[in-house]
């Protein structure tokens, strides 16, 4: 089970999607990661709340204006490690 949110638009997009994620993160979930778009693509995540996720964002920022946000939650795989099974090699 995950939540999925994306935006595109004129002004720096990772603080719009924290917030969409916050705002799903009563369903429970266990880790989250945003994704954005200014030339390169710029990946960060963090396993727990979404306010982890804030703490990594602070120490290593991104920016862009296009970008996806993602929660989850683990239910098949190892909660701690904040891996999806596709990208372990364990799961294939």
């Given at each position: 089970m995950?939540?999925?949110v994306?935006?595109?638009g004129w002004r720096e997009v990772y603080p719009i999607l924290?917030?969409?994620l916050q705002r799903l993160e009563y369903r429970g979930y266990d880790s989250s990661g945003v994704a954005t778009v200014n030339g390169n693509l710029n990946v960060r995540?963090?396993?727990g709340r979404i306010a982890e996720l804030r703490k990594v964002?602070?120490?290593s920022p991104i920016d862009g204006p296009t970008g996806i946000g993602h929660t989850r939650w683990a239910t098949a795989w190892?909660?701690?490690r904040g891996e999806r099974p596709s990208?372990?090699?364990?799961?294939r």
């Open positions: 995950c939540g999925i994306g935006f595109t924290l917030e969409c995540k963090a396993v964002l602070v120490q190892e909660r701690h990208a372990s090699g364990r799961h």
